[in-house]
């Protein structure tokens, strides 16, 4: 049987929606490689953690925030965007050379606001 | 040229309004055979474009499928460079391409770029964006054909005749000069004075680009070029191309069509074109249906040729004719796609190859093909003539069956079927001789006449030719001219074309 990864990821979370240990979630982790490893679906298994986290951030309202910044943010920059994301949010910080300046930030890979500067230059580019 | 960048630099810089939004993205998280699978991007539209932002750069795509938490898109660029994880961002806009008057004489890509190396398309002239798919007229915009579109070949032209704004598919095996019958009937249109000079657009979809090359290079020494575009999708390109080439072709010309002019579009050929589109589904893993075609193979196509329409006088009077060409494959009419198509287009030109060996060029099979808009669009000179050629083949060739079995055949027979070799051999013709209408109504008339019929079937070719010489050097005026002007065969004129001929054929 050809399993989707969604469909794995789905029996997954329920598994561990279900589990109420730390060693029975750890059970359940285990149990889904070795079902993989027996469907020979390891191609699969990157596929199943994005749709894994998705199913689980939704469900305990979570949402993963990625930060891309040019250089290291000041302390200053820091607090404004604690200011505003949630305790609960996943907030992951990157540095990614190629903006140039400004930052970029996308909310659980569906909407971004991206305000850097090749960005800018990028579309300065294009009207001419 | 320094200083006219750094001006249009500042020019840009001066106009730009820093406003970000919050922008809907996706990701991808499945990409391979010119197919990606983007998870997110919940709220876009199909036939939306997306842009991927790979390592290699942006890259285009077309969202098709969009299901519950993915959209499937089709990917317009170079495919290599996208992997699993490339934030996809929306457009907001229609697949559409950019379409004017600068386009004539040109070779373009089913996206609009120009690919003959003849710089930018759009310079000066004004220009709009034509979505590629776009509704059909509806039924009040339309008006009955009525205006013929003469292709220049005595065969169609005499009894399948082609009105503007029909669809008359073109059908037969390979090598059976398909195309040749297509590249005839653009060349014929400037000869065809007195008319307006329709657009015609030539979208060649999987072709060898040495073909594409010798069909561009023909037009142009024909002197056709300045009314015609090449949309060009050759067999090197990816199936997203061919998939979108006749849509791209016929958005151009709905561009003429709804400024009140005339254009013609040529799909050579639509067999391809399903090819292409079954490549794409099967890949966006849709059910496969008969021949391994998606179920809205039909509808791919009927969309499509429902575009070529005589648009009311309200509408600006313009028209589009659909020339859709399919390859059958030994002949066998009775195929998925060939079906589908004969059904959908208003009749059939079928080229047959027994007949292209046994040297009747072109080989139209003259039982199996049809106009279904019939007399109405064809000249009223050509109809009064060739009224009842169609009865005289079809009579010819039940005779000809015949004399196979029977030895003794009684002389009307004999004279029957002389008068049936007489035509078979007028209506040949080589290819790139189109012949303006009123030159074909002098041969024609004069077959059906009985004054050619103690000439020798070898001797038949030369004399046609010498004949309408004859009439063009010494009655142009009195008989051309009359039949070109008004494509009318009067009294007056007839009985001079008469005189003419006599008066030939004597010497």
């Known amino acids: ?128 | 040229m320094s200083y006219e960048i750094i001006e249009k630099l500042k020019q840009a810089i001066d106009g730009y309004k820093d406003t970000e939004k919050l922008e809907q993205v996706g990701r991808v998280i499945e990409s391979g055979d010119g197919i990606v699978k983007i998870y997110g991007l919940k709220n876009v539209r199909s036939q939306e474009v997306i842009v991927i932002e790979s390592d290699k750069g942006d890259v285009s795509a077309l969202a098709l499928n969009l299901e519950e938490d993915s959209v499937g898109a089709l990917v317009l660029g170079d495919h290599v460079g996208i992997k699993s994880g490339d934030i996809v961002k929306r457009t907001n806009k229609l697949l559409s391409i950019e379409v004017g008057k600068s386009l004539l004489g040109r070779v373009v890509s089913p996206l609009g770029e120009a690919l003959d190396g003849r710089g930018s398309i759009f310079t000066k002239e004004k220009s709009e964006l034509r979505p590629l798919e776009n509704d059909a007229p509806s039924v009040l915009e339309r008006e009955p054909v009525d205006t013929p579109l003469h292709t220049g070949i005595k065969t169609i032209d005499s009894m399948i005749p082609i009105g503007r704004g029909q669809r008359e598919l073109i059908i037969g095996d390979r090598q059976t000069g398909k195309s040749a019958i297509v590249i005839d009937t653009i060349i014929n249109q400037h000869v065809d004075t007195y008319r307006k000079t329709p657009v015609c657009i030539y979208v060649a979809i999987g072709q060898k680009e040495s073909k594409i090359a010798k069909t561009l290079e023909t037009i142009k020494n024909a002197g056709a070029l300045d009314y015609t575009i090449i949309v060009s999708a050759p067999a090197s390109s990816p199936a997203a191309l061919w998939y979108l080439a006749p849509y791209a072709g016929c958005a151009i010309g709905e561009y003429f069509r709804d400024n009140g002019q005339d254009a013609v579009v040529i799909y050579d050929d639509l067999s391809k074109h399903a090819w292409a589109y079954r490549q794409i589904s099967l890949l966006l893993r849709r059910p496969p249906g008969r021949e391994a075609y998606p179920g809205d193979i039909f509808y791919l196509h009927s969309r499509l040729l429902e575009r070529a329409a005589k648009l009311s006088k309200k509408k600006g009077g313009g028209s589009l004719t659909a020339l859709p060409i399919v390859e059958t494959q030994l002949g066998d009419v009775t195929a998925y796609i060939p079906t589908n198509i004969i059904s959908i287009t208003d009749g059939q030109i079928y080229l047959e190859s027994d007949l292209f060996y046994q040297g009747v060029r072109p080989a139209v099979n003259v039982g199996l093909s049809v106009s279904r808009v019939g007399s109405k669009a064809q000249t009223p000179a050509m109809k009064k003539i060739a009224g009842k050629l169609r009865l005289e083949l079809a009579q010819f060739r039940e005779l000809q069956a015949f004399i196979q079995f029977a030895s003794d055949v009684d002389d009307a027979t004999k004279k029957k079927i002389k008068r049936g070799q007489i035509i078979t051999e007028i209506l040949k013709q080589s290819d790139l001789a189109p012949m303006p209408f009123e030159k074909q109504i002098i041969i024609l008339f004069a077959a059906l006449n009985n004054y050619l019929d103690d000439v020798e079937s070898s001797e038949l070719s030369e004399l046609q030719g010498k004949l309408v010489e004859n009439i063009e050097k010494l009655h142009d005026k009195e008989i051309l001219e009359p039949l070109r002007k008004t494509g009318t065969l009067d009294k007056e004129t007839e009985e001079k074309l008469k005189a003419a001929i006599e008066n030939f054929i004597t010497k």
Do not use: W
């Not at chain 1, 969604?6 to 070795?34: G, M, P, R």
């Not at chain 1, 894994?52 to 990625?66: F, T, V």
């Open chain 1, 1 to 128: 049987m050809n399993y989707s990864p969604k469909l794995y990821a789905i029996a997954f979370c329920q598994a561990v929606k279900e589990a109420k240990t730390a060693d029975s979630i750890n059970k359940c982790i285990k149990s889904l490689l070795v079902l993989v490893e027996k469907n020979r679906d390891q191609k699969k298994l990157r596929d199943i953690a994005f749709f894994a986290e998705k199913i689980l951030n939704k469900e305990s309202g979570h949402r993963k925030i990625l930060v891309e910044s040019a250089r290291v943010l000041t302390k200053e920059n820091e607090e404004m965007i604690d200011s505003f994301t949630k305790k609960t949010d996943q907030v992951v910080k990157k540095i990614n050379p190629s903006l140039v300046a400004g930052v970029k930030i996308v909310i659980d890979d569906e909407v971004q606001i991206d305000g850097s500067f090749s960005k800018k230059i990028k579309r300065v580019l294009n009207t001419i």
